[in-house]
């Protein structure tokens, strides 16, 4: 999702106007913002799928799926249209929108949501991530790896939740889907510091590892 340190930005998208340039405006970087959002929120369920805390604080999950995982990544996406990263577009648009309709599945009543519609929701995503996975090819090494373990996380969590029975919370496929979500989080924490840091220090501080284009 982070795209700035590993080249241009894609010749699909119109350069901003030059009066922006000429007024002196140099719009930021929001590569950093829709990953840390997007790590936080993960962070958090995978912690519960995990059965690291239990699954009563749950409720823990919502501000963040509507508030930062949601609105700030969905923002984040916007922005990246207007910096012409039509990855980092689709990418933050994509997942801002996956934890807002998380936030919406999550407020249903119990009933409302089987877990095989559940499922079918996940392997959706997983089909999804794959396809961005081959994206990342073209852009760093940090950035296939958040991606690759992402994938992975919705495979294990759909297969899940397709095996899971009546009201039962969890089972060992969730456990370790729960495990590579919270990896997936630290390594997007670190691929979004490598960003803020970049833009901040002028300089490359740590390295994302870009890939030959």
Known sequence: ????SV?????????????MASAG????NPGPLGLFGFAATTFVLSMINANLVGPRSGAVVLPLAIAYGGLAQL???????????TFGAVAFTSYGAFWISVYVLL?????AVTHSGFSLYLYAWTIFT??????????????????????????LLAIGNA???????????????GW???????LAWYTGLAGLLSSTFGREVLPVFPLNR
């Open 163 to 177: 095996n899971l029975v009546g009201l039962q919370a969890t089972n060992g496929t969730i456990k370790i889907g």
């Open 130 to 155: 794959f396809l961005m996975l081959i994206a990342t090819l073209r852009t760093n090494g940090a950035l296939v790896a958040v991606f690759l373990v992402l994938a992975i996380t919705f495979l």
């Open 75 to 85: 923002l984040a996406g916007m922005w990246e249209f207007r910096t012409g990263n």
């Open 7 to 19: 080249g241009a930005r894609e010749a699909d998208v119109a350069p901003a106007p030059d009066v």
């Open 25 to 28: 405006w140099t719009p930021a």
């Open 107 to 111: 407020k249903l009543p119990a009933l």
């Open 1 to 4: 999702m982070e795209a700035r």
């Open 180 to 186: 590579l979500g919270i990896l997936t989080a630290i």
